[in-house]
């Protein structure tokens, strides 16, 4: 079983490029897991170091439809924001207007405008900041240590999904 420090290093040493280009290795990484513990330390690591997956949704969609919730392997910070959570609730993305439909959002719509301005530096043509509601057991896992109140969540469950266009967005 890998440890966290084996993940950082197979997932961010200088093989895997960067922010944008790593999935891949990621998704080995993924693969190559034998327990659900193992497959959610290497996702709770990896994850939120990648940018710009969206030609990678499906897969990693069909790897998280294949484990249980990360419930029984948050860290205690994940999971006192998992559990303050209500059984439907709303959630925000901020992303090009053909992408709403993903796996992160944000309980925080401030974060999502961030994102849609090019948060990270990353372009985003035709933003939008994204709104729906969804229920809990439709999350996958969160995250609190980015400080994004990161939600990954099956976007196929995600109703009344609305979109307000960002105006005066440089890209």
Same mark, same amino acid.
């Given at each position: 079983?890998?440890?966290?420090?084996?993940?950082?290093?197979?997932?961010?040493?200088?093989?895997?490029?960067?922010?944008?280009?790593?999935?891949?290795?990621?998704?080995?990484?993924?693969?190559?897991?034998?327990?659900?513990?193992?497959?959610?330390?290497i996702f709770q690591t990896g994850y939120y170091t990648?940018?710009?997956?969206?030609?990678?949704?499906?897969?990693l969609k069909r790897l998280l439809d294949r484990r249980?919730?990360?419930?029984?392997?948050?860290?205690?910070?994940?999971?006192?924001?998992?559990?303050?959570?209500?059984?439907?609730?709303?959630?925000?993305?901020?992303?090009?207007? #053909? &992408?709403?439909?993903?796996?992160?959002?944000? /309980?925080? +719509? *401030?974060?999502? !405008?961030?994102?849609?301005?090019?948060? %990270?530096?990353i372009a985003v043509p035709l933003a939008v900041v994204?709104?729906?509601?969804? #229920? &809990?057991?439709?999350?996958?896992?969160?995250? /609190?240590? +980015? *400080?994004?109140? !990161?939600?990954?969540?099956?976007?196929? %469950?995600?109703?009344?999904?609305?979109?307000?266009?960002?105006?005066?967005?440089?890209?």
């Amino acid at each position: 079983m890998l440890t966290v420090l084996e993940i950082q290093d197979r997932s961010l040493g200088p093989h895997s490029g960067g922010s944008e280009h790593r999935a891949p290795v990621f998704i080995e990484l993924l693969n190559g897991a034998t327990t659900h513990e193992e497959f959610w330390r290497i996702f709770q690591t990896g994850y939120y170091t990648l940018d710009d997956i969206w030609q990678y949704r499906t897969e990693l969609k069909r790897l998280l439809d294949r484990r249980p919730s990360a419930g029984n392997y948050f860290d205690k910070s994940d999971k006192a924001s998992y559990d303050r959570l209500p059984e439907l609730f709303t959630v925000y993305r901020g992303c090009s207007f #053909p &992408k709403i439909r993903a796996l992160s959002w944000t /309980t925080d +719509r *401030s974060i999502a !405008e961030e994102f849609a301005r090019g948060h %990270r530096i990353i372009a985003v043509p035709l933003a939008v900041v994204a709104q729906a509601t969804i #229920p &809990k057991e439709a999350v996958y896992t969160v995250a /609190t240590g +980015r *400080s994004e109140s !990161e939600v990954v969540v099956n976007w196929r %469950r995600l109703r009344q999904v609305s979109f307000t266009p960002l105006k005066n967005v440089q890209v």
